[in-house]
């Protein structure tokens, strides 16, 4: 079973590897992945109106920096909290 914060908004997976951030229109718009790097993305609304999708992405697997760099990037983009405590890499 996932875990799931802020109001539905940031979910963790069950063996505690990924999570998985939501914008207030639905769309996923961040993922980090302690396997595949992280990807913090526009919604799909902006990409509708012409928008790229990746705001910051990455494709290898991540630091702890990065961890750190996408909690950053979810308060700046979104206003979203993520906490740090979430993944310990």
């Known amino acids: 079973m ?3 914060f802020n109001a539905d908004q ?4 069950a063996d505690g590897s990924t999570v998985w951030v939501h914008d207030l229109d ?7 992945s302690e396997r595949f790097g992280l990807d ?6 902006e990409q509708l109106d012409g928008a790229d999708q990746c705001l910051h992405c990455t494709h290898v697997a991540p630091s ?16 979203i909290e993520v906490n740090p405590a979430l993944i310990q890499i």
């Open 2 to 4: 996932e875990q799931i």
């Open 10 to 13: 940031v979910q963790v997976s």
């Open 26 to 32: 639905g769309s996923t718009v961040g993922r980090f």
């Open 40 to 45: 913090v993305h526009t919604t799909v609304t």
């Open 64 to 79: 702890a920096d990065d961890w750190q760099k996408f909690c950053e990037l979810m308060q700046l983009h979104y206003g």
